[in-house]
């Protein structure tokens, strides 16, 4: 394939050719070549940490050691077989979290702690000391009954509440801190060796006197030093000092510096989070296999259904039962692997302390061990008690979801590449030729200069600012694509600054590193540091980033990072990055690609409009800069249902705005595929089409006059509910509740929805079950609620919830259901762009519960500034009861106007009114005509008139 790849290239795009078919080799020829990417056996330090058997720790608490002030615990633990000390923190957190905080007394030099993930210091709550004894100690977290118990032999940790464990740590005694030290075969290592050899002889004359400042020699100290070196010399195993993968080898200069911890949920039988992986919501246990990782990696065409590292890493766990959600966050962002594994619980803690002892059932129990290669041990335990609670713990440690432009949460048409300005002309002609509305085009690398970022091909992209402003016309906008490896070309302005300001990551030997990406051999910006992304951001000023206009905003790409000649195709972990190796910080390059990016795009403007951008790697804290997508799938059924979990995955841990390459990036859809996938995107938080350079075109119309059909009425769906899904954005950003969201978010005492992934909720009020199977007559949907019911959009068919519904389907088909007792705002005028839409009138669709009563709520602003902040918005209260539909401002201390009117209210389950009064604030009085369909039981109102944003209400008499 390499020289047919060659022969077929010209010399001006030789380099591009070469690094194309480079990729594809490393990658298996369009599919995924798992030889290329580790195994636990493969990686030593998860080798070396797996190795560890249950019920062996070697770590006790020295009681002695505690410290306790009004808002944090510190305890030594030492190491029973190698004398190394840690220290232990513990703080009580505002919110119901707990934080602990493992790291070594005295390291010989400080180990990486993340920053920037954390919006602030999490505010602390008082700790006290409830007893002590010489087994342990009690401490009360003050909120319901909630203690925290340490056990000190070996050491374990206990988190209560009133007679039930919510969580122990250690409890399987796993916990593990490799230390820092010395090589052996170094000069310093060899005197401290000596030293602690001879000083058993030295240690007899001194060790009753005192030296002359005083003080008494440390014979414990002294020993342990001796006993350290010992076990050092008896306990080095291949791969502590230095590893090789394939051809690529790992110098480790610091040696071995690997943690890893233990977690107990009793009674939880159900775990979710830890993206990125292509699998389901519940995850499974990894006893039988590799555990899950997280590792950024560029996995050209990944699998599905296996524990596989993919483009991002979020360390967040959410448990939950019947009774009760908690949560993990693990603060590190080396690789990490996280084992799960389930048996019985029938464990007891820490005895007299406790009235109440587990007892030996069958209870359902799962265990999680957190491995990372480097770093500290950095743990929030979130507890709850409700998932909506969680949620807003964790949006307290690393914020929400940014709120997007509303342009951004419509349709994207993307490809790899549009070929120049005329194929753009020709395609934006194209929606509107076939009345299919979009808001933004998308420019893949070929746009560029010969990969040269902020830069434009000159023959095929001229005249930027001419399509940049054809498009505006229209009220447009345009995505062009900005990744972070830098072609190495003394030719180029972006190479020259950044080498001359000392910006590159640099190799082992301080030289700046260099590997190879789309421009050939290619330079990578050091975004760890603030003054290279402040520069950064500096190029995205529109006199910097020549052609940019006001709508070209950015999409950031492979920068896990991507090195295609590199270890896993990425980065050597012994890179520099200032003090620190790129092992320390692998996880969260991309999340500072993206806040530099986003930044950018934010100052241009001098702070007012909103950004939007697109990144592919991703960390905890990346939901407060955009979106993301999940990479580069395939044009296959199975890749269509994996993108519904993928995404509810990453709405639990903060990232709301993501979604899928509709049709498919790799491959070609049928086109029934391709229907199903605009359906299935249609309906999730980011909905952009994308493909390979080497598929055949698949713009919306030509798959035929019918497909072209179907394809439009979804998008203008998509259009019409425009106005709830910015609400739902709004939320949460306000909130960090997920706008896609599992069914057990809603309903977490229902077992039925424990397991669901084929379903899902907008928000609270839209149930969406997809048709993710080639050829289906039919899906079957799982309503819940044995109290509600649920009205299906399209026919305005009621269905009782708690019930599996056997839904025929047709090709036109997506199944979708608004909740009894809600209200949704819509806009049916789909035009040519959301921003078109901007003064169109609404219609509420209000869906009535058993009780005959509904609320919902209406949120308008400008749509694309931070002028929100300055509470400049419309937010209004819509309910329903006693026959009565009002407005209510729900806050009254804003300022904002629309021209937006209601020129419909559909209500769903309704009674025949004899008569519909309309009466303003102003206390003006009129009828309302309406119409009532007794077969379905709907009442539309027709022209009611009144303004959006005022207080008003509707009486059915």
């Known amino acids: ?16 050719i070469l690094v194309l078919c480079l990729a594809v080799c490393l990658s298996g020829t369009w599919a995924v070549d798992r030889g290329n990417f580790k195994t636990c056996d493969q990686s030593a330090f998860c080798k070396r940490q797996r190795t560890l058997k249950p019920g062996e720790s070697p770590y006790r608490a020295l009681l002695e050691t505690m410290e306790l002030t009004n808002t944090r615990l510190t305890l030594q633990l030492i190491n029973d077989n190698n004398k190394v000390r840690l220290l232990l923190e513990l703080y009580r957190l505002q919110g119901n979290m707990t934080r602990v905080k493992i790291n070594e007394l005295k390291p010989l030099k400080p180990r990486y702690e993340v920053p920037d993930v954390l919006i602030r210091e999490p505010p602390t709550e008082p700790l006290s000391l409830l007893s002590q004894d010489e087994n342990g100690v009690v401490l009360s977290l003050g909120a319901e009954s909630q203690r925290v118990i340490v056990s000190a032999r070996p050491f374990r940790l206990d988190i209560m509440e009133g007679r039930e464990v919510l969580m122990s740590l250690n409890s399987r005694g796993l916990l593990a801190f490799e230390h820092l030290r010395m090589r052996k075969d170094t000069f310093s290592y060899k005197v401290t060796s000596t030293v602690a050899s001879v000083w058993d002889n030295i240690k007899r004359v001194f060790s009753s006197q005192s030296d002359p400042e005083g003080e008494k020699v440390d014979e414990a100290d002294a020993a342990n030093q001796a006993e350290t070196v010992k076990e050092e010399e008896e306990k080095d195993e291949a791969g502590m000092w230095e590893e090789t993968f394939k051809s690529h080898s790992d110098s480790k200069p610091q040696g071995p510096s690997a943690i890893s911890l233990d977690f107990s949920w009793p009674g939880v039988e159900h775990v979710y989070g830890i993206p990125e992986h292509a699998d389901n919501l519940r995850l499974k246990t990894t006893d039988n296999g590799d555990p899950y990782r997280l590792y950024n990696l560029d996995v050209f065409q990944y699998e599905l259904y296996n524990p596989m590292a993919l483009y991002g890493a979020v360390p967040v766990m959410l448990a939950h039962n019947a009774q009760r959600t908690t949560g993990i966050f693990w603060l590190n962002a080396a690789e990490t692997w996280v084992d799960i594994s ?42 709850g008690p409700t998932p909506k609670d969680i949620f807003s713990q964790y949006a307290s440690l690393t914020g929400t979801q940014s709120f997007p432009p509303l342009a951004a949460l419509g349709y994207h048409q993307c490809r790899w590449n549009y070929n120049d300005q005329e194929d753009v002309q020709t395609v934006d002609a194209g929606f509107d030729e076939h ?24 023959h095929k992209f001229a005249t930027p600012k001419e399509m940049l402003q054809g498009l505006m016309d229209k009220k447009r906008k345009m995505v062009a694509i900005v990744d972070p490896h830098i072609k190495v070309d003394s030719n180029y302005k972006i190479h020259n600054e950044i080498r001359s300001k000392g910006y590159y990551i640099k190799n082992k030997d301080g030289g700046d590193y260099e590997g190879w990406c789309w421009p050939g051999s290619a330079g990578y910006p050091d975004f760890t540091r603030a003054d290279m992304r402040a520069w950064w951001a500096s190029q995205f000023a529109y006199d910097q980033y020549e052609g940019s206009m006001e709508n070209l905003y950015t999409w950031n790409d492979m920068n896990e990072p991507s090195v295609f000649n590199g270890p896993e195709v990425t980065m050597h972990k012994d890179a520099l990055h200032g003090a620190w190796e790129h092992r320390d910080v692998h996880n969260i390059y991309g999340f500072y690609v993206q806040m530099a990016t986003a930044e950018g795009l934010i100052q241009r403007s001098g ?17 407060r800069y955009g979106a993301v997508w999940t990479g580069d799938n395939a044009a296959e059924w199975d890749h269509l249902k994996i993108s519904i979990p993928m995404c509810l995955s990453l709405g639990l841990v903060g990232i709301s705005f993501c979604g899928a390459d509709v049709g498919g990036f790799f491959k070609s859809p049928s086109t029934e595929l391709l229907v199903r996938w605009y359906q299935t995107g249609a309906y999730q938080p980011f909905f952009r089409a994308h493909a390979h350079l080497d598929t055949p075109r698949r713009e919306p119309w030509l798959f035929g006059p019918e497909n072209t059909a179907l394809i439009r009425e979804v998008v203008r769906q998509r259009y019409t509910l425009l106005p709830y899904w910015y ?25 039925a929805t424990f397991a669901l992934d084929d379903e899902f909720l907008i928000g609270r009020d839209l149930l969406v079950h997809p048709v993710t199977e080639e050829g289906a007559r039919g899906v079957t949907a799982y309503l819940p609620g044995k109290d509600e019911v649920w009205f299906d959009v399209h026919t305005f068919q009621k269905h009782n919830g708690a019930q599996n519904l056997y839904i025929p389907v047709t090709m036109s088909s997506i199944p979708v259901f608004q909740r009894g007792g809600s209200i949704i705002p819509r806009k049916l005028r789909a035009r040519r762009s959301s921003t078109c839409m901007e003064h169109d009138p609404y219609t509420l669709h209000v869906a009535l519960d058993l009780q005959r009563a509904a609320v919902g709520e209406l949120y308008i602003d400008d749509g694309h500034t931070f002028n929100y902040e300055k509470k400049e918005f419309i937010h209004r209260r819509l309910s329903f009861s006693n026959n009565v539909l009002s407005s209510v401002n729900l806050a009254p201390d804003t300022q904002f106007s629309t021209r937006s009117w209601i020129e419909r209210v559909v209500i769903l389950g309704a009674s025949q009114p ?5 009466k303003t604030a102003d206390g003006q009085e009129s009828n309302i005509e309406f119409e009532f369909d007794t077969s379905m039981s709907v009442l539309t109102l027709r022209k009611p008139g009144m303004n959006a944003g005022i207080d008003w209400t509707i009486a059915l008499q």
């Not at 394939?1 to 591009?16: I, K, P, T, V």
């Not at 702070?607 to 939901?623: D, I, K, M, N």
């Open 1 to 16: 394939m390499f020289n047919s790849c060659m022969q077929a290239a010209d010399e001006d795009r030789m380099a591009a």
């Open 342 to 383: 389930s048996n019985t619980a029938g464990k007891t803690v820490f005895g007299k302390m406790l009235d109440y002892v587990q007892g030996s059932s069958e209870t359902p129990q799962t265990d999680v061990r957190w491995i990372s290669e480097s770093g500290i041990i950095d743990v929030f335990i979130m507890l």
């Open 435 to 458: 009345d299919i509305p979009y808001d933004f085009i998308w420019l893949d690398i070929e746009h560029t200069d010969g990969k040269r970022y902020f830069t434009w091909d000159p």
């Open 607 to 623: 702070g007012v409009e909103r950004p939007f951008v697109l990144t592919r790697a991703f960390f905890a804290g990346s939901q």
């Open 727 to 751: 609400q739902q954005f709004y939320n949460t950003h306000q909130t960090g509740e997920p706008v896609m969201r599992p069914l057990w978010v809603e309903y977490p005492q229902d077992p």
């Open 914 to 918: 004899k008569k519909v009064t309309l």
